[in-house]
């Protein structure tokens, strides 16, 4: 599995993402849900760039002009709350793509809350096969979500291509893929790579509970 990590470079992607982090900024919901789609927007850009594209004729009032546009049959899938802003990040700019969602949540399964499950509800796609797919997902902790995400998803069909995308992941969670995934043709997309998971399994030094940033406590 191929990683891009974008916070790698200079660009503007780091300054979206500090103001995920930062403790003051993080609080106004509207502001982290747009950076969290402004990371989408810009991450979708980049992947574009490794897209299939046709040359075609494209008829302008005064003439013809040939221009090479992207032939690839997109879905984009996510999970279910916290991927909402992200996924709506990639549709800003694959705005064709077909959608993909799944109903996920993790819970722990000791009364110490050290052991973490994921749990998968429903699922909602269109034919996935020979479509490249995008499953974004804004945090990857241990991969286990993303793992099972994609388990469920490809029971639709198996794709062409697959690419994944994540807001910050870890290295527990990016090696995890690795392991899953070995020599494939996934790529993972990241704007951030973290080094620690805490003993409930947030990223550290991470942003927090992402879902309930973008829209509030849960029960």
Same mark, same amino acid.
């Given at each position: 599995?191929?990683?891009?990590?974008?916070?790698?470079?200079?660009?503007?992607?780091?300054?979206? !993402?500090?103001?995920?982090?930062?403790?003051?900024?993080?609080?106004?919901?509207?502001?982290?849900?747009?950076?969290?789609?402004?990371?989408?927007?810009?991450?979708?850009?980049?992947?574009?760039?490794?897209?299939?594209?046709?040359?075609?004729?494209?008829?302008?009032?005064?003439?013809?002009?040939?221009?090479?546009?992207?032939?690839?049959?997109?879905?984009?899938?996510?999970?279910?709350?916290?991927?909402?802003?992200?996924?709506?990040?990639?549709?800003?700019?694959?705005?064709?793509?077909?959608?993909?969602?799944?109903?996920?949540?993790?819970?722990?399964?000791?009364?110490?809350?050290?052991?973490?499950? !994921?749990?998968?509800?429903?699922?909602?796609?269109?034919?996935?096969?020979?479509?490249?797919?995008?499953?974004?997902?804004?945090?990857?902790?241990?991969?286990?979500?993303?793992?099972?995400?994609?388990?469920?998803? !490809?029971?639709?069909?198996?794709?062409?291509?697959?690419?994944?995308?994540?807001?910050?992941?870890?290295?527990?969670?990016?090696?995890?893929?690795?392991?899953?995934?070995?020599?494939?043709?996934?790529?993972?997309?990241?704007?951030?790579?973290?080094?620690?998971?805490?003993?409930?399994?947030?990223?550290?030094?991470?942003?927090?509970?992402?879902?309930?940033?973008?829209?509030?406590?849960?029960?």
């Amino acid at each position: 599995m191929k990683v891009v990590n974008l916070g790698a470079s200079n660009s503007i992607i780091n300054q979206f !993402v500090a103001e995920l982090r930062d403790v003051n900024i993080q609080k106004d919901r509207m502001r982290f849900r747009n950076n969290v789609r402004r990371i989408g927007n810009l991450m979708a850009y980049e992947i574009s760039k490794t897209l299939k594209y046709k040359e075609t004729d494209v008829v302008t009032p005064l003439a013809t002009a040939k221009m090479n546009l992207p032939i690839d049959n997109i879905v984009v899938g996510t999970v279910f709350r916290a991927g909402l802003p992200f996924h709506q990040g990639f549709l800003d700019i694959f705005d064709q793509a077909g959608n993909a969602f799944l109903s996920a949540y993790r819970y722990y399964t000791d009364r110490e809350c050290n052991n973490i499950d !994921v749990h998968i509800e429903y699922i909602a796609t269109p034919d996935l096969y020979k479509k490249t797919f995008i499953l974004v997902d804004p945090m990857l902790a241990t991969g286990e979500s993303l793992i099972l995400a994609h388990k469920a998803f !490809v029971t639709k069909g198996v794709p062409k291509k697959i690419i994944l995308a994540s807001v910050i992941a870890t290295e527990e969670g990016v090696a995890r893929l690795n392991e899953k995934f070995p020599n494939t043709n996934i790529v993972l997309y990241t704007a951030a790579i973290d080094p620690i998971l805490n003993d409930r399994k947030y990223i550290v030094p991470g942003l927090g509970d992402a879902g309930d940033l973008m829209y509030g406590d849960k029960l």
